[in-house]
C-alpha cells in the first residue's frame, strides 16, 4: 500500500508536472510548425539571428542556452531545411557568419503565430493574471534549477 501511495505522490510533484507540460508543449507545438518546415527547437535560435542579437555558432549556444556541439548540429538541420545560410566571418576568420534565408524569413511570422495561438489555446481558463503569474512562477523555478544546477543554493525568499 505504501509504494502506492509514493509513486501517486512522485506522479504529483512540480517537476512531473512540468515535465509533462513541457512534453505536451512540443508534441503541440511541433505539429504545428512542421507544416510550415520548421523544427521546435529552431525558433529560439532562429529569432535571435533576427533580431542580430547572434550570428555565430557561439553566440547561438550561449543565447539558446545549449552545448557548442548541439547547436551545431541544429545549424546542420536548419541549413539543410533552408534556413540558414553560412558566410565567411570577415571579423575572425575562423568562424562562420550564420544569417537568416529568405525561406526563413517568409515563413517566421507565420511560425511565432502557430507558437502563440497554441500557448492562449494551452492556457484556456485561465485569466490573464494567472497567465502573468504563472510565467513568472515559471521564471523563478528556471532561475533555482539554474543555480542549484550551478552548485548554488537558491535565493532566500519573503518566507525564509
Known amino acids: 500500500m505504501q509504494e502506492n501511495?509514493?509513486?501517486?505522490?512522485v506522479l504529483a510533484t512540480p517537476g512531473h508536472l512540468v515535465g509533462v507540460a513541457a512534453r505536451g508543449y512540443a508534441r503541440l507545438?511541433?505539429?504545428?510548425?512542421?507544416p510550415l518546415g520548421f523544427g521546435v527547437g529552431y525558433l529560439p535560435a532562429l529569432m535571435a539571428l533576427k533580431?542580430?542579437?547572434?550570428?555565430?555558432?557561439?553566440d547561438l549556444a550561449r543565447i539558446v542556452g545549449v552545448e557548442q556541439p548541439s547547436m551545431a548540429q541544429m545549424l546542420v538541420r536548419m541549413e539543410r531545411d533552408g534556413l540558414i545560410q553560412?558566410?565567411?566571418?570577415?571579423a575572425d576568420g575562423r568562424s562562420r557568419r550564420i544569417s537568416l534565408t529568405q525561406t526563413a524569413l517568409r515563413h517566421l511570422p507565420e511560425a511565432c503565430a502557430a507558437l502563440f495561438q497554441g500557448n492562449r489555446e494551452a492556457l484556456e481558463g485561465f485569466s490573464e493574471e494567472e497567465a502573468a503569474q504563472f510565467v513568472l512562477l515559471l521564471e523563478r523555478l528556471i532561475a533555482n534549477l539554474d543555480r542549484l544546477v550551478a552548485g548554488h543554493p537558491p535565493a532566500p525568499t519573503a518566507e525564509t
Open 5 to 9: 501511495v509514493m509513486e501517486i505522490d
Open 29 to 34: 507545438s511541433e505539429a504545428r510548425l512542421k
Open 51 to 58: 533580431a542580430a542579437r547572434a550570428e555565430t555558432q557561439r
Open 86 to 90: 553560412r558566410s565567411q566571418n570577415s
